[in-house]
C-alpha cells in the first residue's frame, strides 16, 4: 500500500469520529500547552537573571584584588598589585585583557553641592571595553589631562552644604548641578579637608588642602533608576589619575596606598584592583582557580551565576515535569481512542487481511492517525502558548520577580518544533498497543464479528 494511501485512509478514518478525534486532539492540545508555558517560564526567568547581571558587569571578567594580610602586616610588597603582575596575568592563557584600576576617595564640590566619593582611575579603552555607556560627553583620552566621567546616580549623593541636607532623598529632587557645564572642584586630601582649622600636635592651625578644578568629560548613561556598575563612583585615565596623585602629596603617603614596615610611603603607586576578561565564560572558573592559586584575591559574577543557573535548571525541570504530566494523560487518552478505533472498525481490519492488505500497512495506518493526533495538537497547543505567554507577560513582569527586563516568559523558536515533534512521537508510541493488537486480529474472527 502506498504511503499516499495510508495517509489518506488514516485522516479519513479520524473525520469519520469527528468528536472523539477533537477530543483527544484536546488533551494533546493541553499537555503541549502546559509543557511549552511550564518551559517558557523557566526560560524567561533564567535569561532575565543573566540580563540582569550583565547589566551590572562583564560574565567574563574577574576582579582581582590583594590577599588578605594574615599576620595584621602590610609590608608584603610582592603581594601588591602592580605592573609586572599585569604583565603575568595579560601572558594567561584564555586571558584577552587586563586593566588595572586605581581607587582614591575624594571629595568634589560644585556650587553649594558637595560629597565624598570614589575616583576610580582606569585606561579609557578599558571604559569602553568594559560596557561603559556615556549618555553625554565622551571617554577621556590617553594623552589628555585629568577629566572626570560622572556616575549616572551621583547627583542623588550631592549634600547642601549649607543646610546639611540632601535634597534627593528629602525631597525627591536633584540638586541644580550640571556635571558637564557647572565648575567642580576636587579635594584630593580628603584627611586635611576633615581636619582644616584644627590645630596639629605643634599647636599650628591646619589650612584648608588645595582643591582643583578638574573638567568633566562625560556623565555615565542613565537616570536616577537606571542602575549600572558605573552609576555612583567618578571615573578617569589612570595615568592622569596618577600624576594627580604624585603631585599633590609629593613624597608622604598617599591615602589607600600600603606603606613600608616603618612608615614610608613606596615610590610605586600600586592598584586597588586588577580586572581580568577572559574569552569564554565557560574559562572563567579555570583562569579564576589559577589566580586563587597564586594568593591572590579574586570574584568573578560567574561564581553567583552558575549556583544561581543551578536553582533555575532546578526550577525550570519541575516546571516541565509539571507540563509532562499533562501531555501523559493526554497520551492515555490516545491509546484510548486507538482501541476504541479497534473494537469498532475489527471487520473492516479483516477484510483488509484478507485482500492481502500487509500487516505492516496495518500497524502503520493506526500509527499515521496516531501521529496525526499528536501534531495537530502540537501546532494548535504552540499557537495556544503564544496566547497564554502574551497574557502572562502583560499582567506579570520581572520588576514584580525583583531582578531582569523586558518578558518573564519566553518561547524560543526551538522549542515550538521540539514541542510539535514531541507531541507526535508521544501520540505514536502511545497508539503502539493498540496498533499491535489491530496486527494480531485474526481475518476470519475479524470478519465474523459484528
Not at 586635611?192 to 555615565?220: F, W
Not at 516546571?319 to 509532562?324: D, H, P, S
Request: hydrophobic fraction near 40%; charged fraction near 20%.
Amino acid at each position: 500500500m502506498k504511503i499516499s494511501d495510508l495517509l489518506g485512509m488514516s485522516i479519513t478514518s479520524l473525520f469519520k469520529r469527528k468528536v472523539r478525534t477533537i477530543l483527544t486532539v484536546l488533551g494533546v492540545v493541553i499537555g503541549t500547552t502546559s509543557i511549552i508555558v511550564m518551559l517558557s517560564l523557566g526560560i524567561g526567568m533564567k535569561e532575565a537573571m543573566l540580563e540582569e547581571l550583565q547589566s551590572y558587569g562583564s560574565l567574563t571578567t574577574i576582579e582581582v584584588r590583594e590577599p588578605y594580610s594574615r599576620d595584621g602586616s602590610d609590608d608584603k610588597k610582592e603581594m601588591h598589585l602592580d605592573d609586572e603582575l599585569v604583565e603575568l596575568f595579560s601572558h594567561m592563557e584564555h586571558v584577552t585583557s587586563v586593566s588595572p584600576q586605581l581607587e582614591v576617595m575624594v571629595y568634589i564640590r560644585s556650587g553649594i553641592y558637595g560629597t565624598y566619593t570614589s575616583v576610580i582611575g582606569m585606561t579609557p579603552q578599558s571604559m569602553e571595553r568594559m560596557g561603559m555607556k556615556l549618555g553625554d560627553g565622551e571617554f577621556p583620552r590617553s594623552d589628555s589631562e585629568l577629566a572626570f566621567v560622572y556616575g549616572n546616580q551621583l547627583l542623588m549623593q550631592l549634600e547642601n552644604t549649607k543646610t546639611h541636607t540632601y535634597s534627593y532623598w528629602e525631597d525627591g529632587v536633584l540638586p541644580n548641578v550640571n556635571w558637564m557645564n557647572d565648575p567642580v572642584y576636587v579635594i584630593f586630601d580628603t584627611s586635611g579637608y576633615q581636619r582644616a582649622g584644627q590645630q596639629d600636635e605643634n599647636g599650628q592651625i591646619i589650612a584648608m588642602p588645595k582643591k582643583y578644578l578638574i573638567p568633566t568629560s562625560g556623565v555615565v548613561a542613565g537616570g536616577t533608576d537606571d542602575y549600572n556598575s558605573y552609576s555612583w563612583n567618578v571615573y578617569c585615565n589612570i595615568e592622569a589619575l596618577k600624576a594627580a596623585l604624585q603631585r599633590e602629596f609629593k613624597n608622604s603617603a598617599i591615602p589607600g596606598q600600603p606603606t613600608r614596615s616603618n612608615g614610608k610611603p613606596y615610590k610605586e603607586i600600586f592598584y586597588n584592583s586588577i580586572m581580568v576578561e577572559v574569552d569564554d565564560m565557560e574559562n572563567v572558573t579555570e583562569v579564576q582557580a589559577l589566580i586563587n592559586d597564586m594568593g591572590y584575591q579574586s570574584y568573578a559574577e560567574m561564581e553567583w551565576l552558575e549556583s544561581s543557573m543551578q536553582e533555575m535548571n532546578i526550577i525550570q525541570a519541575v516546571l516541565g515535569g509539571i507540563g509532562a504530566i499533562s501531555l501523559f494523560v493526554a497520551a492515555i487518552g490516545i491509546a484510548n481512542t486507538m482501541m476504541m478505533s479497534i473494537y469498532e472498525r475489527t471487520k473492516e481490519i479483516g477484510i483488509m487481511k484478507v485482500i492481502g492488505c500487509r500487516i505492516r500497512d496495518i500497524q502503520a495506518m493506526f500509527l499515521i492517525e496516531a501521529a496525526y493526533i499528536g501534531v495537530i495538537g502540537g501546532v494548535v497547543g504552540v499557537g495556544l502558548s503564544y496566547a497564554l505567554v502574551a497574557v502572562i507577560n502583560h499582567f506579570v513582569t520581572p520588576d514584580l520577580l525583583g531582578y531582569g527586563n523586558g518578558s518573564i516568559a519566553r518561547i524560543p523558536i526551538w522549542l515550538c518544533g521540539i514541542s510539535i515533534v514531541f507531541a507526535g512521537l508521544m501520540a505514536m508510541l502511545a497508539g503502539l498497543f493498540p496498533s499491535i493488537r489491530a496486527m494480531k486480529l485474526s481475518p476470519l474472527a475479524a470478519i465474523r464479528s459484528e
